[in-house]
């Protein structure tokens, strides 16, 4: 069983930074691409960013250039960088474990994330 925690959501100003980062319990091991989701009011989850345990990434369109995925094996860690947040990047950010050569999926509680003025 694979429990995620997230952490850095907040309030940020457009333009502005933010880290979230999730740490896993549970065994991780090459079978899990771990990334993020997001779900702003009214729209379907969305994927923002996965990374492979050998630290191939994967990015929606929205988010190339401004956002940046990582992962820490060893600590069971994945992070995402964003910068030159807008508006629009708002939403309930989730992370997301996936064994790629099964069924389970494992998500976090959701931290959330507001770029306003």
């Known amino acids: 069983q694979v429990q995620l925690v997230e952490s850095g959501g907040g309030l940020v100003q457009p333009g502005g930074s933010l880290r979230l980062s999730c740490v896993a319990t549970?065994?991780?091991?090459?079978?899990?691409?771990m990334g993020w989701y997001r779900q702003a009011p009214g729209k379907q989850r969305e994927l923002v960013a996965d990374?492979?345990?050998?630290?191939?990434?994967n990015y929606v369109d929205s988010v190339k250039g401004r956002f940046t995925i990582s992962r820490d094996n060893a600590l069971k860690t994945v992070t995402l960088q964003m910068k030159s947040l807008k508006p629009e990047d708002t939403a309930v950010y989730f992370c997301?474990?996936?064994?790629?050569?099964?069924?389970?999926?494992?998500w976090g509680l959701g931290t959330q994330v507001t770029v306003s003025t």
């Open positions: 997301n474990c996936r064994d790629v050569l099964g069924s389970k999926t494992y």
């Open positions: 549970g065994s991780i091991s090459a079978r899990h691409r």
């Open positions: 990374v492979s345990y050998g630290g191939t990434t």
